[in-house]
């Protein structure tokens, strides 16, 4: 009998699996669920060049290699459930599987506030770029929630296309847990002499529809009018609809060091829903929000799922994906790899490698000696050399 | 087979150099060059290097 799996998500990791699939010479059916209605696109122009220009799915639509054009797409239908190795669907269609690959990655969270709902926008999805591009006109006042890189990219994209850019967010300065404070700091003046104006440090108490659209209330009494309230304020993994199996749901689906679901049989997951253990930096496992997760998982998802039918060998080498991120704002490009986020609270946890922070700069992440990641201004060819060290002891 | 690089889109995140260091490098200014007649051998290295370029800036043509 024809053997099947079922990948569910059809984004990078949904696309990844089902190429490795074919890479690692499995030859049954590969049967891809996603709820999204378009083919497998790449997210992260959708708040950088594409939101500036013209929003399409032909500006973004991943390349797919000709192994997998006899792939099953089943799109606009999300998962609802999982049984063993079975998944239905939304609308009640039933896909029985030898294997099953979770890829279903995670949404926005929002913010636990009523109010102006026809103002307030996310940023995940290819539709919702579309949306927001549309509100995005020269004069708009934008007030963007959240200060990690989608809010900061988007305040940037919006004042460039000549929008009025407010952003508030709890945190001391933007981007603040992967930079830490200096360069946080560094990067916020940077926007601020570009038009943005930050109100740091202040929670949303409420949010009002008015007249001109909405208003949203601060913990200290200001009120901020905006045509348009992006929420940029983190991710919920997708993983309701594997409740009920026995599997650890705490911040997306637990999974072994081979990506094997634990408390799962023949269930590998990947990408951003996946909270893994990465031996490059210590035994805790952790979801990773990076762009290159979804294909390096895919591919050890794979090799380890097929290791488990009998299909293949599997792998006996540690797991040690490199993270490896970047962030357009403006006309500054960060670059980053590693964790930077996981640095020590010492002052020599973060140092300035070459560079200064108001110009091309390389700020080095460690954590008991050890170097954990790297961001880098310019200086790509030191940024590149320092990589190889990520993870080492000094 | 042949490698053809948007030079125009690339932004030397260097991806592609880990991925397939026989077909691309950084030069001392950091950045991308790259060999675009490659061996048949390399394909599947170079389809990996395609994959995880950020900007998708990477074709392999036949």
Redesign the interface.
Known sequence: MTQRIVIVGASLGGL?AA?ALR?QHFAGEIVVIGDEVHAPY?R?PLSKEVLADQVSHEAVA??Q?ASVSDVIWHLGDAAQSLSGTTVTTQSGTRFDADGVVIATGIRPRTIPLAGAASRRMTLRTLDDAVALRKRLQPGAKVLVVGAGFIGCEVAATATTLGCQVSVVAVDEEPMIRPLAVSFGAALRQRHEARGVTFHLGAGIQAIDETPEGAAATLDDGTQLEASVIVEAIGSIPNVEWLEGQGFDLTDGVLCDNDMRVIGGEHVVAVGDVARFPNPLFDDAPRRIEH??IP?DTARRAVTTLLGDLGLGEGSKESFTP?P?F?SDQFDL?L?AFGLPGLAGNEPSDVTIECGDLSGDVVVAYRNHGRLVGIVGIG??????AL?AEIGMAR | MKIVVDMNVCQDHGQCVFAAPEIFSLDDDGHLVYQSDVDEALREKAEDAADVCPLQAIVVED
């Open positions: 990844r190429e890479a790449n992260p991943f390349r290699r762009w290159n294909t490199m490896a970047w490009r670059q200086f790509n060819k030191e940024l590149q990589r």
